[in-house]
């Protein structure tokens, strides 16, 4: 057998990135060892060893490392021998070895089973399972089944590990099938790769940390300064390889360039770029302090998560408190207590913990931890496990005060903290040289995971070698609050001026408001307007510093699971109320709603409203009132505050910033559409049928459905039609709508055109009503008979028709404001003359790979939101002997049949492409012409929409730099690096024949 030059690790690596699998072969020794965690190896064995017992029997092929030829023949034989389940199966084909960690042979053939430690699928799993098949079906197996198996981080363990609770089974089968085609040709391209002799010229990029942390980062990145953007505080990674590609990579040159997302990022920049040693905002610090009260006291704790859970009431990988650390400083000059506790190894220690905890901190003290939500976290779940304690330990938690606060808002930000803000930066950089606060010096024990990874063995030691470890962790605790005690001192003495040679930036934001200052009552509209307008220019995090806290609230905002919405964080931790689903207004006495919605910014550096704007739910269980005045929806819509924030998905959610504050009504003109709208929504509850509602009905006012899929938010119609489902549904403004107020009312762009002149004619029938019966008037008139009525001097062409379509309307350029609010797209068709076939299909969107790579979910796809919110006026031309006549016209949306099926396949099958790397096939025409062909969904499929380009030319960067036609212009880049000629999702123009039948003569 020829010896295995490629293994399933490898493979992976090859994928993620070939110049890491390169370096793995020809530069070993530039590993850096430090981002392989052996406890995570460790974890990864274990839980392999737990799944082999998952589907009963089984027999394990024996590992050997220098035996390979060995397992592959040990392999053959189980199978010849009738073995149902073999673990560790091994195949090798062709120098390429692979080990099945469940291998399951039924009588249809084998199944695959991939065991992981994670608690989820990731797609890079996908490609382990493929290389997997490829390999077993290059052996002659038929593969039937490929599944991942990984932790459910569900399970809560009560007696006996069940293991079908513990572990989820993910089919993969179709995912891994379609990809089988392209790994001969992955693993032909990494043998390349591999036997080149001279390294391979790959930029850097999101591989080198994506999905694994790359060993050779140091290697490939030495032409990086340090530090450089790509250390700036909570960067992300594709926001500074943006920076770096386009010549922004020291600080300096950010600070220079205004490449600054943050108040943070700032401080720590212009500590670079002025050679500063510090920046220190005196004011900020001694504000933070004077909310401290004595006595005070420090705590850290140190926990171990082992991945299967070994104690009853625990999950995999919940953190276990084993042991804390705390020092207490009764008044500003008393001596120093210290406190401690370590559990006992082999037994649950969570009870421990927590009875000494509450021995030890008094209800209502002042405590102060680094990062307080671990430890609030902590003591959470030790209050919801142990209720009899539970209000002396939230008595604890609420009284919690974090020491990062400072560091983190950049009050006090020191040159050698690198942009980090961990105590393991801050520490050596306030105190360079201290021996005394030298984790490095510490004996066996110098950081969290080593000291997890300590007690977790703990069991396991001789008794002299566990004393010593108990000494170790003990130690090691004990300097986490020390340290911090050490911090706080050097934080009052900044406040107080007493640390010489420092520099004070950056007072507080404009809208810092004392506490004593604010108050939560709001009798009219201008009180909620005015002390709305302050968040202008605030980041969310801005607003939890002001640390508002409204009665009864509990929860916590700084983390990224909290699904409340920033509107909730605002009501709550701003206005200072309680946030509830009431019928009634937000701010019930002045008669306003409060709505939180985002700007995003386009490709085309254009803003947008990112979002419709969900106002109340659709009622199943009650009487509908005819009249919009009459419902609970008019309460909410009538006069709102509107906070725009922009949303920025590369920094942190927390610190994304308010621009803009607007207290709005809708004109009287557009209440004139809502009704309609609103009587269109409610005329199909009232008759039974909401199960007939589609966001595509409706003008301004639509009906977006709630739920994570369709059969989890289906709900009775109890009081018009018991016992028959529909959607759970919700009022809300449509985003064109959105669009249009952000523009007109918040940015002041100049109002286009009205096609509607007199609103009341919208008395007598609706906006479409109207639109289609002013072009409809003209049906049989042929388009140069129209330019003479028109003015227009006659061209013949395509784009005439559409301004005629405008001039019948009464709009003179190309923007109609109902339209714009509406969402409506004017597009003009023109059917073969007998009517069996129509020459163009319709773009929807072009195709931004990289954002259609990050969505996980159709119902939040860019796509979905663009066809739920868009209407097309199709204005029909036809054919008839020598002159071109108007058919009529008609208003359409797509139904959710077509949205939710067809039109889903083709998104998840272009995204899959995208994901997986669009394969894309060389073609030399006859004349020597190269072009390249993809297998994205065509015309062909008849799925009622397909990918094609949208692009001046065709342009293309492959894997080897190899470059065709404008990039720059004609290219968009795909997640894998190269480039491709821009694409766009288009209707197919079959289908949308079908829509206008009723309008053409065949």
Request: hydrophobic fraction near 35%; aromatic fraction near 8%; proline fraction near 4%.
């Amino acid at each position: 057998m020829r010896k295995p030059n490629l293994s399933k690790s490898r493979y992976t690596k090859g994928m993620q990135c070939p110049k890491m699998l390169w370096m793995d072969l020809h530069m070993p020794d530039q590993f850096d060892s430090s981002v392989m965690n052996d406890a995570i190896l460790a974890t990864g064995s274990l839980v392999g060893d737990v799944a082999m017992g998952y589907y009963g029997e089984f027999i394990e092929v024996s590992f050997d490392s220098n035996d390979f030829e060995g397992m592959v023949e040990q392999t053959s034989k189980l199978l010849e021998s009738g073995c149902r389940t073999i673990c560790e199966a091994t195949f090798a084909f062709d120098g390429n070895l692979c080990m099945v960690d469940i291998l399951r042979v039924e009588d249809d053939g084998v199944h695959i089973v991939e065991v992981k430690s994670s608690t989820h699928l990731k797609d890079i799993h996908y490609h382990d399972m493929a290389y997997q098949t490829w390999v077993l079906r290059e052996n002659g197996l038929d593969v039937k089944s490929v599944s991942l198996m990984h932790l459910n981080n569900q399970y809560v363990r009560q007696g006996d590990l069940d293991l079908h609770e513990l572990f989820t089974v993910e089919d993969c089968t179709d995912e891994v099938m379609g990809m089988l085609a392209d790994v001969s040709a992955n693993v032909s391209s990494m043998r390349e790769v591999a036997s080149q002799a001279t390294e391979p010229d790959k930029p850097i990029g999101l591989q080198c940390k994506r999905p694994y942390e790359c060993g050779y980062r140091a290697w490939c990145w030495k032409h990086i300064p340090k530090p450089s953007v790509f250390d700036l505080s909570r960067i992300q990674m594709r926001q500074a390889l943006d920076l770096e590609t386009h010549g922004v990579v020291s600080l300096s040159d950010a600070y220079e360039n205004g490449a600054i997302t943050s108040r943070r990022q700032l401080v720590q920049a212009e500590c670079e770029a002025k050679g500063l040693n510090e920046i220190i905002d005196r004011e900020s610090v001694s504000r933070f302090l004077n909310e401290l009260s004595f006595p005070l006291y420090f705590l850290d704790f140190e926990t171990f998560q082992p991945a299967i859970p070994i104690f009853d009431g625990t999950r995999p990988y919940q953190q276990i408190p084993t042991q804390y650390s705390l020092h207490i400083l009764r008044r500003p000059n008393s001596k120093l207590e210290h406190r401690e506790f370590l559990a006992d190894a082999g037994s649950d220690p969570r009870k421990a913990v927590a009875e000494h905890l509450v021995e030890d901190i008094p209800k209502g003290a002042c405590t102060l931890a680094y990062n307080m939500s671990f430890e609030k976290g902590r003591i959470r779940e030790l209050a919801a496990s142990f209720p009899d304690m539970r209000a002396h330990l939230m008595s604890i938690h609420d009284g919690m005060m974090d020491l990062l606060v400072p560091f983190q808002n950049g009050w006090y930000y020191n040159r050698a903290m690198g942009g980090s803000n961990s105590i393991k930066a801050v520490l050596p950089a306030l105190f360079p040289g201290d021996p005394e606060l030298d984790y490095h010096a510490l004996d066996g024990v110098h950081n969290g995971s080593e000291a997890m990874d300590a007690f977790a063995r703990l069991g396991e030691m001789e008794p002299e070698e566990a004393r010593r470890t108990r000494l170790q962790l003990l130690r090691y605790c004990e300097l986490d609050t020390y340290a911090m005690v050490k911090i706080w001192q050097r934080l009052v003495d900044v406040a107080s001026d007493g640390l010489a040679g420092s520099s004070t930036h950056h007072p507080p934001t404009k809208a810092m408001i004392d506490k004593p200052q604010i108050t939560f009552e709001y009798h009219s509209p201008e009180q909620v307007y005015w002390r709305g307008k302050q968040l202008e220019g605030m980041t969310f995090r801005d607003v939890l510093d002001l640390e508002i806290v409204a009665d009864g609230v509990e929860r916590e905002y700084n983390s990224r699971r909290y699904k409340g919405g920033m509107g909730n964080l605002l009501e709550e931790r701003y206005f200072g109320y309680r946030a509830n689903s009431d019928r009634e207004p937000d701010f019930a006495e002045a008669g306003v709603e409060l709505k939180a919605t985002c700007i995003d910014r386009r490709k085309n550096g254009t803003d947008a409203a990112g979002e419709r704007l969900v106002l109340t739910m659709i009622p199943y269980d009650e009487e509908a009132p005819e009249s919009l005045y009459d419902s609970h929806l008019w309460h909410k819509c009538r006069r709102m505050l509107l906070v725009w924030y922009r949303r920025d998905k590369s920094i942190d959610p927390y610190d994304q910033r308010i621009e803009h504050v607007l207290l709005f009504t809708p004109p009287a003109e557009d209440l004139r559409v809502m009704e309609a709208d609103y009587a269109l929504i409610t005329g199909l509850v009232r008759t039974g049928r909401a199960d007939e509602l589609s966001e595509s009905l409706t003008t301004y006012l639509g009906a977006c459905t709630k739920g994570a899929t369709a059969a989890k938010s289906m709900r009775e119609q109890t009081y018009y039609a018991p016992g028959r489902l529909a959607r759970s549904r919700a009022f809300s403004l449509k985003q064109s709508y959105m669009n249009y107020v952000l523009h007109h009312y918040v940015m002041g762009a100049p109002e286009a055109e009205h096609v509607v002149a007199d609103p009341r004619e919208l008395e007598r029938r609706t906006l479409v009503e109207y639109v289609t019966d002013r072009i409809n008037a003209h049906i049989g008139e042929s388009d140069r008979e129209l330019c003479r009525m028109l003015d227009l001097e006659y061209t013949g062409n395509k784009a005439q028709w559409t301004t005629i379509a405008y001039r019948l309307l009464g709009i003179r350029g190309d923007r109609a404001a109902e339209f714009e609010k509406a969402g409506i797209r004017v597009r003009t068709l023109r059917p073969e003359p007998n009517g069996k076939s129509l020459k163009e299909s319709a773009p929807i969107t072009n195709i931004d790979f990289l954002r259609l790579a990050s969505e996980q979910d159709w119902n939040d796809s860019e796509l979905r939101g663009l066809l739920s919110d868009i209407r097309y006026l199709f204005v029909v031309f036809q054919k008839d002997g020598n002159r071109t006549v108007l058919r009529g016209c008609k208003v359409w949306g797509m139904p959710e049949r077509d949205l939710d099926g067809p039109v889903r396949e083709c998104w998840e099958r272009t995204r899959d492409a995208v994901v997986r790397g669009v394969k894309l096939t060389r073609k030399v025409s006859t004349n020597g012409k190269v072009s390249y062909s993809n297998d994205f969904p065509k015309i062909s499929d008849d799925i009622v929409a397909h990918v094609r380009p949208r692009a001046a030319q065709a342009a293309y960067r492959l894997e080897d730099g190899t470059e065709f036609g404008n990039i720059e212009r004609d290219a968009e880049e795909l997640p894998d690096g190269r480039w491709m000629t821009r694409q766009a999702f288009w209707l197919n123009s079959s289908y949308m024949l079908k829509q206008i039948a009723d309008l053409i003569l065949s």
